[in-house]
């Protein structure tokens, strides 16, 4: 402080002191660390000392207004708008998926889908294609229920927040399903795939659908702008990654066991999708089976695979081109079928068509 006070004589006094009192609050920034505890300000908060527990960096803050309520939502950043118009384009695409979730699961679980248990989210949207309820065991039929009304749940944020697309017209038919697994196998398994069959049947046609959601939200996530946006992706893409990992554990635990009536493994129909989506999607590998080569499992230090991640352990990213190229079972984002028999909705999906459907 000497050398800077004997090297500014020309100061006036005013800023002098505004120099003095700022070296001063400087200096006690570096002994006290960040300050107090904003639960206790009594406690100094000096990075160099042990916290222990006393600390209460895990309490909620309280808002000084009102100490009876703690503040337990983020503070909302500046400069930045709840939803922008990207935003919603992304989102609302994403509405597609969670439409082909919602039947599928509820349908196979229930009987019924959107249309009884949730009909003003359809907004007036065609009925599914060939869909009906699964022969599925008491577990998985309560597995796949509560997926199904989480599903209701995703597309009531997403239209509540971004507005709401219309149910696309979705084939969710055996013969549908079967086509998929024919083009994953190069041949037409006799008799054809049916997803309705039995629970394991059905839990590998699930294999096809969910894990595109999840790769879908981690593609859009670095496009948004929006907090509300940013928050309700990051809550949807949760939820998503359960349900992948869950049908995966599923598959995984019965990895060797043979699909009836054919004479491949539950580990072989995982690695044969992944393998169609990848060529499907036309980018690269973004999908892996339940099992891999030890040395492209993680780390290179073992081959089990119940999550499907890259290098780094990160989930896949998709683009909507990637997903639509995969799911219109076409490879071509421009012409619609597979699941979307008229095409997917939206504006994003709508652009891609080369006429009308």
Known sequence: MTILLSKSRSLPSSHMLLVILTLLGAIRLVYSGTGVNPNNPSIDMDPYKSPGDDLGLFDPFYDSNN?????????????????????????????????????????SALGYGLDVVAPQLTLGGPPPIGVRKANLDNLTGSIIEEFGYEEIGHLR????????????LLDLSPENFARVVNQAFECDLKPP???????LSFMLASYIIPYLGLNGYVGANPQLKGYVSKRLLS???????????????YLYERRKKIVHPYNFSVEEFTNRISILRNKLGMCGIKDEGIVVPRELGP??????????TNRDDLSYARTPAEILRILYESG?????????????????????LKKPY
């Open 193 to 199: 795939f049916d997803p309705y069959r039995d629970s």
């Open 67 to 107: 100490p009876d309520n703690p503040t337990c939502q983020p503070p909302i950043p500046p400069g930045v708008l709840p939803v922008y118009k990207v935003d919603i384009m992304q989102l609302q695409f994403a509405q597609n998926l969670e439409h082909l979730e919602a039947d599928f699961f509820l349908w």
């Open 235 to 249: 809550g949807l893409l949760g939820n998503e990654a359960g349900q992948d990992a869950i049908i995966r554990m």
């Open 332 to 352: 071509d984002e421009h012409i619609p079928g597979g699941f979307y028999p008229k095409g997917a909705n939206g504006q994003i999906a709508r652009m891609y």
């Open 299 to 308: 780390e290179g230090r073992t081959s089990t695979n119940v999550l499907s």
């Open 157 to 168: 944020a997403l239209k509540t927040t971004v507005g709401g697309i219309e149910r696309p």
